[in-house]
């Protein structure tokens, strides 16, 4: 089935460790996001790419780093400069059509060692 | 800027309706979306209206769109518990995609 799979479901960060949160997507699409959830708030935008070998910062880029070196994939970088990791991260990615909604990943839980 | 707002919380009664409601303030959004979280997991997609349209149905969901006030709901039939979760609004303009704070509903029997 098609679909958007963000690898590992959990993880843990030691102080001053970066971090690398995976995310797949076999649904064709061009455009991927990434977005932090932290408790009883909504969505912040991190990054998002809408064509390969091409990203945009989104709200809250500071602290975070991308690649598009293939269609299908879009991995984030939590760096040792974010200085507050811990949060959901989700993984969302969309057709090339105006009305096509974003689909997202199950997330990771990233958690501070 | 863009903004999206919802209120935080919703309780309602086992079977009764639910109505969810929505404020924008982008009047070039194209298309206006309900998704659904559920704990420890990502979004999923409801439903979606153009905003040239005032009304959808969709099985239990209802959605209403009040393009004039800038203002969307989520109505759901016969509240279930399987309903309780977060129930997050966005708003599309071209590319971009604004989302709301979520509003979480709770089900009591």
């Known amino acids: 089935d098609g679909g958007i799979t963000q690898s590992p479901k959990y993880l843990f960060r030691k102080e001053g460790q970066n971090v690398t949160l995976s995310c797949e997507q076999n649904l064709n699409h061009d455009a991927m996001y990434w977005y932090r959830q932290d408790p009883g708030q909504g969505l912040r935008l991190i990054y998002y790419?809408?064509?390969?070998?091409?990203?945009q910062k989104g709200d809250i880029a500071e602290g975070y780093s991308v690649s598009r070196e293939k269609k299908e994939s879009f991995p984030l970088t939590v760096t040792s400069a974010q200085k507050n990791p811990t949060a959901f991260y989700l993984c969302?990615?969309?057709?090339?059509?105006?009305?096509?909604?974003?689909?997202f990943g199950d997330g990771t839980r990233l958690s501070i060692l | 800027g863009e903004d999206v707002e919802q209120s935080l919380f919703l309780s309602v009664r086992e079977g009764d309706s639910s109505v969810i409601n929505c404020t924008y303030t982008d009047s070039s959004s194209t298309y206006l979306y309900w998704y659904k979280q559920e704990p420890g997991a990502g979004l999923q997609l409801l439903t979606y209206?153009?905003?040239?349209?005032d009304m959808k149905q969709d099985q239990r969901l209802t959605v209403l769109l009040n393009k004039k006030d800038k203002h969307l709901s989520l109505r759901i039939a016969d509240t279930q518990t399987g309903d309780s979760a977060i129930y997050f609004c966005?708003?599309?303009?071209?590319?971009?995609?604004?989302f709301g704070s979520g509003t979480r509903l709770s089900i009591r029997p």
């Open positions: 966005a708003s599309r303009r071209a590319s971009k995609i604004i």
């Open positions: 209206i153009f905003s040239n349209m």
């Open positions: 790419s809408q064509i390969v070998n091409d990203f």
């Open positions: 969302a990615s969309t057709g090339g059509y105006s009305n096509q909604p974003q689909h």
